[in-house]
């Protein structure tokens, strides 16, 4: 499973890679890549450009250059460049080349010999100024060597739909107070379809031997690449420092984007590369106290895990409440750079219990982009809040209607995400009532929560049928997570989905009129809701149809009709291929008429209603498990989720190694019949988090208080979580033998704190509480 | 338009087909054949086998051969043979050969002339005798020649979906009281699923210059060819006449079959050729007495219209009132010789106006095959009778799921004809209240018709939707009769189907609480019928959602967001074909995602209901015409009839005559993709003289009164229809300048008739009432 060249370091926070080929230039730059929630910058090396797949990605610079894909933009490279030694370019990527990611402090690395120096590479993200990009290049003379630095902004960039920009202006400035740093070299654009003005700033600085280097550059140009170039003659042992800074802001930023780039440059070059860095490390040492995992006992678990965690907070546009966490973060341009389902219930869970704020912000954006949620459903014919499959800045719907071709016959395929994938909105509503649950944030819920509620549940209502002869409300022509399976009638998840957001809204309904009718009624008279809708709402909860474990007496039917599919594996669908680009779904895919799933919308039923018999899931998770393609990168998570907690803790953990490495030891094609999909599975890397929370320290919350049922792989020693619950911080170890749960908040509160289940028994809450609990032994 | 190779003899009776070639050679046997109602036998001559399509169909003999295809059996062909002259076998079909049909005694006849003679065949199915076919071959020498005839049983048959006879024996045995015959030459078969015993009897008689010659035949056998063989010498002017007879009765036909063409072959040979002609040809009189309708001043018009009244009733088992109507007749095995909707909205309306009793068999056939309906809706999750959309002897349903294949993937597809076009139901429901409408037979529908109803109703029920914040109920997931639109929501013909069939069901539900309440209860008892189902049909009457004539104030969707889709004409679509082969419907043909149309549902919903303003008709053809592909041989003749209506008399003859020779002129492929889609398109026959009655005489029932509103073509000078209404004997006559209605039955009863509506003018009934009409003039 482990790709041979991939290593990590012993104290567990860097990768490295060697043994570099072509075929690995998307998986570096995408896993290696550094951001901060503001832009990301693609893992790769100052030679490397479009060809390579260079990019840097930017928040809310959302614009149509196709007429059919509405994406973020990938803006000018301010940070590339190349070195000419003794008369030849160097390649930045050779077999000796090796490539890195120091998780500690979100750094890309490079180094790499060759017969006249080292090269000693570094890239970061800035954590402070989230506008600014800053590499440094550090040359070794081991001989004598003549060297040229070229250093610069590149415009001839990759994009994955079409180019963004209708105009494009290239300004130089001085930089006042920049001591010997050169000119700010700037591009000033502005994108075609959604007019907005972005501007990107390069500046240079050179030290030789420490002292840096009057700038005596010459400008080249040529019609994409505006730059400088400036030689050197190195003795042996003479050191070489390039420090490159790039600026970018659009007009999306609210302020100047031409002013906010002199900010930024002024200040980097002013700062200079270690002060920068030592202030961008103190934020990154923030983050991991608050959010690191810790599993003694199994290093490659432990990496790969904190590889997860770093790409799902780089992803996630903590900065804003407007903004969503793209389905690839800010990686690459792929799935636009906007928001799934993926968003909340994969994403989500880590901010929720490690930085509510993030999790708050994520929740407030559903907020903002209600307008394009009713848009959709008024345009759909509903009622209240659906909200876009693909959601960008607006809300509005980014998914196109026709999303796949048909390989075999050229013809584009009518895709339903868009219409007929309705869970995003109760899902939606999930994820409030368990931010509610996990932080007790009230204000919120009235403040926004409430009126997304509302409307959800209104859009539900709008959508369900009512079978007079069945006396009971009915969802048709549906498409599950199981994206294979379309077009069909009461998908079990989506009915329970709907049933818990019609439950919430009544909920929080009553608890406005109790506590804040004042805000009720202007909630009220906001959205026209009419008294009866929440009787509707309570009569879904009553009489929506639920699909219980019936075959066998255990199993769940995933929806109407399942079981009378035809009942084969993937591996036989899979030979049933004439082309293996085939979409295996809709309207003619090998398995539209199987029972074999994408992801299996049973398990993930189980994973957010905790509701049904443990022997029922156990049978379910067993049926269904064999059935399962795992097309989608969401899925083994989901599974190893179930997998603990039926105490199958071997498949678990396989399935958690799976997600966990889905990206680093990318084993899926980064690019598929001429068409880009690579980048990091930003939901993966969220769920990760979620298993090892919900799956093996068995987190959840039951009646309002804290529950652990814990399931330890036996490769593991121990696992610690630290956590926020309710706002008080925690922090979970476990063992095989027993549970520590330790209190990081005043310990006056102590006696505040409700009780703790662990296992089945309850406890009072302690600074330092340790229960005996197997949570290792044989498995079932 | 016209084949420039078929003529018409000025009586209007003779169809002459010359310069054959091999292309013709399956319309020939298609639209020449002969037939009874019992059985088909193709008009083909005596020399043609399974290479030219020779077959005999017979009904009753369902049985499945390849898994997947139940169909009617071919049966061996008794009237093979051979024609040897002058040591060379005589091709039967050259360019000089003429075939033809004399629709006046339903025979087939082919003409020849060769060096040495002329042949004169013809061919006719016994319309007394319903087992019985016989064919005579005239040789007339016109120089001395030595000829040898050969005469006998041809089992290697053409069998479209495999060999349907696991077992076949051979047996000769004498002919009592059969003077100067040969023996009786039987095959006897069994079908290898359904196990039904046929057996088929040959019997020949020769005669040379009109004197029976003694049979010294020789048997010449093969493996599948058995019979006869004799020689002559011929004279200049000699005439050899050889008349054979075959036989066939299967064992669903209620007596042995062996001992049935025992009798069938004896009473053939006993009565000799002219005595059976003579016989057949009365019954045929008193048909067309009944039956032909008279177009003055078109010649043209006037055959074609009796050729399609006359492969109308050799379709239709009249015999029997437990057999369906064939969507290919008894023309070939194509669709399975099995009723679709066709049946009752396209074939009965001819048979409900000139010989009620047929109808009466085909709605009681519905009635027989109400378990069939009930074991389909109960499949599908429905209450009631959800009946087969390819419907057999039991009703159940005979459609595969896999219909069509993809040409351009070779994958299967999963057409919905069975599962998804509900309407069928309903329609049966329209065509029993029609019939109650036009008989006034309310013994049927004590006896089949309301449980029949009450069955459809409760289908409906269990299948409609109740849209809660709508209060509608609407239809969810259908195929309308425009089959190029499946998963389509309120298909609008469709919901006014299932209100017409609702509100009958309750009419005739409260008429037999009035009239016959123990009858009434009978039928509860039967079928388990609660009370409170009544008022849910009512409910459904007032309730179900009712698309109305709302873009532009004037057009009535199709289907919820028709007018959404793109909106192309067919030859745009027709251009996007990447293979002439290609299916235009679901999944994912060139039409799906278009407003083009196989057959335009709205106008059928006029066909039916015309409870529209005039306006709305007008301005929903104008609009659907163009969108229309009429890829259903079904589509031309309601747009004759809506043309008509709306006083577009040259489109409406256009669309008739296209109707009128959809098979004479046959453009359409008869094999396609290697499967034979040929035979007569019966329903369009059907509808030719629906077409007349409705469209060009405008009739319809208004209050249980007669109206008319005629329209007549610039063409025509006069059309005369002979029907009966309510059991008495009608003949309507439209010129450019009156209508002439003749009263048939006996004049006492003339001042009980009801009051008769021409145009918006009401009449009282006369013997022979004239009243000036201008159903001429300039078209709107």
Known sequence: ??????????????????????????????????????????????????????????????????????????????????????????????????????????????????????????????????????????????????????????????????????????????????????????????????????????????????????????????????????????????????????????????????AGVRTSIQRAVSSGWSQLMHESRERWQQFWEATDIRIEGDHEAQVTTRFNIYHNVIAAPRHSDRLPIGARGLSCQAYQGAAFWDQEIFNMPMFLYTDPGVARNILAYRYHTLPGARRKAQRLGYRGAFYAWISGKTGDELCPDYFFVDVLTGRRIRNHFNDWQIHISPDIAYAIW??????????????????????????????????????????????????????????????????????????????LQRDNPDRLQEIVRQIGLEPAETDDWRDVVDRIYLPQPTLAGQLIEQFDGYFQLEDVFPQEVAARLKDPGEYWGWPNGVAVATQVLKQADVIQLFVQHDAFPIEVQKANYEYYAPRTQHGSSLSPSSYAIIAARVHNRQQAYDFFMKSNTVDLYNTNKAVSGGTFIG??????????????????????????????????????????????????????????????LEFGGDPQHITDLPKVLIGDTEYTMQESLRVPFASGGKDD
């Open 1 to 258: 499973m482990k790709k041979t060249s991939i290593s990590y370091d012993p104290g567990g926070w860097i990768i490295r890679e060697t043994g570099y080929t072509p075929d690995d230039t998307v998986s570096i730059g995408s896993n290696f890549m550094v951001g901060n929630g503001y832009l990301g910058y693609r893992g790769t090396p100052l030679e490397w450009g479009r060809e390579q797949y260079a990019a840097c990605v930017v928040t809310d610079t959302y614009d149509m250059a196709d007429g059919k894909w509405r994406e973020l933009c990938t803006v000018p490279n301010a940070l590339s460049g190349r070195l000419v030694i003794d008369g030849a370019a160097l390649e930045a990527a050779g077999a000796d080349t090796v490539f890195g990611l120091d998780l500690a402090e979100g750094r890309f690395f490079r180094t790499q010999e060759t017969a006249a120096l080292t090269v000693a590479e570094e890239l970061v993200a800035d954590q402070v100024d989230l506008h600014l990009v800053a590499r440094r290049v550090v040359l070794t003379a081991v001989r004598p060597a003549s060297i040229t630095l070229q250093a610069g902004i590149d415009s001839d960039i990759w994009s994955l739909n079409g180019n963004h920009f209708s105009r494009q202006q290239w300004a130089v400035e001085a930089l006042p107070q920049a001591d010997h740093a050169s000119g700010l070299l700037r591009c000033d654009l502005q994108t075609g379809e959604s007019r907005i003005d972005i501007s990107v700033g390069h500046a240079a600085r050179i030290l030789l031997n420490g002292q840096p280097v009057t700038n005596e550059s010459v400008d080249i140009t040529n019609e994409s690449w505006h730059g400088i170039g400036q030689d050197f003659s190195l003795a042996a042992g003479d050191r070489l420092e390039l420090e490159l800074y790039m600026a970018v802001y659009s007009s999306e930023d609210g302020i100047d984007p031409v």
């Open 434 to 511: 368990e931010y509610l649950e996990a932080t007790g944030d009230w204000e919120f819920v009235e403040q926004m929560g409430a009126e997304v509620l509302f409307e959800i549940a209104r859009f539900c209502f709008s959508h369900l049928y009512f079978k007079k002869d069945k006396d009971r409300y009915e969802t048709i022509r549906l498409l599950g997570p199981d994206e294979y399976h379309e077009n069909v009638d009461n998908n079990a998840f989506t009915n329970y989905q709907i049933q818990f957001a019609c439950r919430a809204a009544v909920a929080v309904y009553e608890r």
């Open 679 to 740: 980048g990091i599975h930003t939901a993966a890397c969220g769920a990760s988090w979620k298993v090892l929370f919900n799956g093996f320290v068995g987190f959840e919350i039951e009646n309002s208080c804290m529950r652990f049922r814990p399931r330890l792989p036996d490769q593991w020693k121990s696992i610690t979580v630290p956590f926020v619950f309710r706002g008080q911080p925690y922090r979970v170890t476990v063992t095989a033998g027993d549970v520590l």
